[in-house]
């Protein structure tokens, strides 16, 4: 069975409880199902309510690059189902903003896929990232962190 990729770039909110329900209903015998779900943090020297991010992206270039990563993923795991959803528009600290979720016979290979889906989809997806925190704003960059998180899956021996 071919595995179902579904990528999703939008401005609304999501049901975690939805998406699992559908992951189940249209995974082939999972043995596992990953859900990542990633929220807005609230700065921690400014008030939660002065606070926001802003993320904007170029539609067309966005999902093919989301759709590429979960691609590779699929290529790389024997995932059944690869669902991500990521957010754009003003989110507030503890807003969902990214849901990746795997399926998979193994849960190895799904935890590992859904990682891998993240660590690229931080280093490689077209977002801009726009931090208001009081009366500062200024646009977030990626951190070495998540480039080193990234490069270790050029390694084939982490699959």
């Known amino acids: 069975m ?22 189940r209903d249209i995974a082939d015998n999972p043995g596992a199902i990953t859900i990542f779900s990633g929220l807005v943090r609230e700065l921690q020297d400014v008030a939660a309510e002065g606070q926001s991010l802003t993320l904007e ?3 067309g270039m966005t999902q093919k690059a ?5 691609e590779h993923a699929c290529d790389r795991w024997p995932l059944s189902v690869c669902r991500v959803i990521h957010r754009v528009g003003t989110l507030q600290p503890g807003d969902q903003i990214v849901l990746v979720a ?10 590992d896929a859904a990682r891998f889906i993240m660590d690229y989809l931080k280093t490689s997806a077209p977002f801009w990232k726009k931090q ?5 704003d200024y646009w977030v960059e990626s951190r070495t962190s998540d ?13």
């Not at 795997?102 to 935890?111: G, I, K, M, V």
């Not at 990234?150 to 021996?157: I, L, S, T």
């Open 147 to 159: 480039h080193q998180a990234a490069a270790r899956w050029q390694d084939d021996n982490n699959s």
């Open 102 to 111: 795997t399926a998979s016979l193994h849960r190895d290979a799904a935890f």
């Open 2 to 23: 071919p595995t179902m990729i579904r990528i999703d770039v939008q401005a609304q909110d999501f049901d975690l409880a939805a998406e699992y329900a559908l992951i």
């Open 57 to 59: 992206h170029y539609p």
């Open 132 to 136: 208001v925190a009081g009366d500062k």
């Open 66 to 70: 989301l759709r590429d990563i979960a």
